[in-house]
């Protein structure tokens, strides 16, 4: 019987990567094209759990969670559907506004939510305005906050990310510059914040700095892992909603092993790093 390709996803080979059990994509999506679009949000084709849970069995990935995009606004119907469906292998970061009610918080922890997304790149429906109340409201609940922002977008809002009482997770590379990042005022917010033990850096969607060259993040990646190695995560950004051209995951995945080459570095990354901040089990999943 033929096998139909895996959508939003270039290949067919598995990683050459021995990918650890428990290993954790830390950052994907799933999108319904039928579902409502909050104003301002950009349209997405379908992208199922059932289609993820495909890429991960090519990768070996075992647990994976749900980043909430800014496609659907405040309404995380969909992403909890799906969580609820995956089980204990799945964990959520969800996204509300900075005056939810930690009740409401706290129903969503319960199901497996462990934080909420400032996404100030894609449009609302947060703003800069909203991400220091927002900060305050999760460190009530004990979420964490996760921001994708450009690199200047840090710096400007450099007091209030080394202010945030909760945990502050970095999507995508913070988005740093290829060249001089150390020299940008936002490595030091980054570094601020990863010195402290409050921080995150996602390794996702390297495309995001280059289009071109996806693995010129080479340098960046080993500076970021020699100065943080328990501070390090990694995911997919499955269905690749900012790429120019569908990548190839394994690819990516075994890019791992030129940006951390010694396997316990990469066994912090894959498993342990994430079990730590999504309240993952330890142990590995069969």
Request: charged share 20%; glycine share 6%.
């Amino acid at each position: 019987m033929e096998q139909h390709a895996i959508p939003f996803t270039r290949g067919t080979e598995r990683p050459r990567l021995a990918v650890p059990a428990g290993a954790v994509d830390c950052h994907h999506h799933v999108y319904d094209a039928a579902a409502p679009i909050a104003p301002g949000g950009r349209p997405h084709a379908t992208a199922t759990l059932a289609d993820h849970a495909r890429l991960l069995a090519r990768l070996g990935v075992q647990r994976h969670v749900l980043i909430q995009p800014s496609t659907y606004g405040f309404d995380n119907s969909l992403h909890l559907a799906a969580l609820e469906q995956a089980g204990e292998r799945a964990r959520m970061v969800a996204v509300v506004p900075p005056d939810a009610k930690p009740a409401d918080l706290r129903v969503m922890a319960a199901k497996g939510v462990r934080g909420a997304r400032a996404n100030l790149v894609s449009g609302p429906p947060l703003t800069a305005a909203d991400v220091a109340p927002l900060a305050k409201r999760l460190a009530d609940v004990g979420w964490h906050l996760q921001v994708f922002m450009t690199a200047a977008m840090i710096a400007d809002l450099a007091d209030v990310l080394r202010a945030a009482p909760c945990d502050v997770v970095f999507d995508h590379f913070a988005l740093l510059p290829l060249r001089d990042w150390a020299a940008h005022p936002a490595w030091c917010v980054v570094m601020d914040r990863l010195q402290a033990g409050t921080g995150w850096v996602k390794f996702s969607s390297p495309y995001a700095l280059d289009q071109a060259d996806p693995f010129a993040v080479r340098d960046l990646a080993r500076a970021l892992v020699r100065s943080a190695p328990d501070r390090m995560l990694w995911g997919t950004n499955w269905p690749h909603p900012n790429a120019t051209a569908m990548p190839d995951d394994a690819a990516l995945l075994d890019a791992l092993t030129d940006w951390a080459p010694d396997a316990s570095t990469r066994q912090k990354i894959l498993v342990e790093n994430p079990a730590l901040l999504y309240g993952f089990s330890p142990a590995p999943t069969s």
